[in-house]
Every structure is written in structure tokens, then in C-alpha cells.
């Protein structure tokens, strides 16, 4: 079973917070993870990829992969109000490739100025 | 910044219509997908696409569907006689090494 499980949300934060968005999967298969920001009315957009357990930093944005628990965060440190957005987890067996991406429903976060 | 590019942007057409989906991937990349989004719901994978032929396709990707890569730079999606519920954004996206996707802005389907 390919179900990836993530809050809809709206979550809303005040500007300058630390956000922490995640997704739990059942597929112990899955290997490589993704978080997708996507503005309304548009393609998701990478913004993080990782292989197996591990954390990833990128500027204000870290990604952590928990395979043990089947759980993965997002966390988006000083948020701004651009930020704003739908964040789509993805996950596949195989690196995004032939088996194609898993996506979750995504969460919609909310910056306020 | 190289990008994906969907044509057109919206697209409307009656229920039993034959309708094509058009993309420009990434100059360099070889791999390339569909995906759908209804309204509300999920991105769903429907088809994968390397070396001119399909890799792996979905449950979606029934008979109805078909890709094709008519030409050096255009990859495209047929949808042959629609229905009402294909209505979605249909996204594009291409990849270099099968690994990170990159998606286009996709192209809204509306089936009367």
C-alpha cells in the first residue's frame, strides 16, 4: 500500500516562527523523500530531497527522515509571509522515477505579517 | 531558469472529446511524467516516459490515455474520448537522472 498521510491543515503562524510540518507513510519501501511547495494555481516546486534516515539543512529549511517510525518533517525556520503556500510531501521506492511519486494531500500554511 | 512549460493553460472541452496536452521539458532531461490533481485531492502519478518508450504507468492510465514524444523537445498527453471525471490539472514534469522532478504549471481540464 502506497498511502502517505498529511495534515491539510490551514496551519497559521505568525511571521518569524519556526513551522514544522509532517507526513507518516506505511510503505517501508519508500526510500527517497520530498517536500514540494506549491502556490496556488501552480506545479509544485522542489525544495527538498533526501535518501533514507537522516536530516537535511538548506538555508531557512530542514528536512528529517525518521524511516524507523515511517515519519517525515519539514521544519522552515523564521517564516515569512511568502512562505505562504501548500507543502506537499512525496516519497517513492526508487528515486522519483519509474514507480513514479507518492504525494500527500499537503498542508497549507499561513504566514501572517 | 530552465523550466517546464504546459500548454495551454486551460482547456475546455465536451464529454466524449478527444483532447491533447502539450509540454516542453527541460532541454537536457530525460525523463518526463504526468500527473494529475482534481480538485481537493492529491497529486497522483499516471505515466513515466524515458528513451521513447513508457516506463511505468498507473491504474489511471487506462486505454483512454496515451503519450507521445513527437519530436526533440515536445512530450504530450491524449486523453481520447473524455470524460467527466478527468476533469483536473494535468502536470508535466521532466527530470535529468530519473531522480529530482521538476513541474510545469500545469493545465486545467474542464470537461463538460
Known amino acids: 500500500q502506497k498511502e502517505v498521510e498529511q495534515d491539510p491543515g490551514p496551519l497559521s503562524v505568525p511571521e518569524g516562527a519556526i513551522v514544522s510540518l509532517n507526513c507518516t507513510y506505511s510503505?517501508?519501501?519508500?526510500?527517497?523523500f520530498m517536500w514540494y511547495r506549491q502556490y496556488s494555481r501552480k506545479g509544485p516546486e522542489l525544495l527538498m530531497y533526501t535518501y533514507s534516515s537522516g536530516n537535511k539543512e538548506d538555508g531557512r529549511f530542514t528536512a528529517q527522515v525518521d524511516k524507523s517510525s515511517k515519519y517525515i518533517s519539514l521544519f522552515i525556520r523564521d517564516s515569512q509571509p511568502s512562505d505562504s503556500a501548500t507543502y506537499l510531501c512525496a516519497m517513492s521506492e526508487s528515486g522519483g522515477g519509474a514507480d513514479g511519486l507518492t504525494f500527500g494531500k499537503g498542508t497549507h500554511l499561513i504566514i501572517q505579517p | 531558469e530552465p523550466e517546464v512549460t504546459q500548454t495551454p493553460s486551460h482547456q475546455v472541452t465536451q464529454m466524449g472529446q478527444e483532447v491533447i496536452l502539450r509540454c516542453v521539458p527541460i532541454s537536457n532531461h530525460l525523463y518526463f511524467y504526468w500527473y494529475r490533481q482534481i480538485l481537493g485531492q492529491k497529486v497522483e502519478f499516471l505515466v513515466s516516459?524515458?528513451?521513447?518508450?513508457?516506463?511505468?504507468k498507473s491504474e489511471i492510465f487506462d486505454d483512454q490515455f496515451s503519450v507521445e514524444r513527437p519530436d526533440g523537445s515536445n512530450f504530450t498527453l491524449k486523453i481520447r474520448s473524455t470524460k467527466l471525471e478527468d476533469s483536473a490539472m494535468y502536470f508535466c514534469a521532466s527530470s535529468e537522472t530519473g531522480e529530482k522532478l521538476f513541474f510545469g504549471s500545469g493545465t486545467q481540464l474542464s470537461v463538460l
Open positions: 516516459f524515458y528513451n521513447n518508450e513508457i516506463s511505468e
Open positions: 510503505n517501508s519501501a519508500f526510500q527517497y
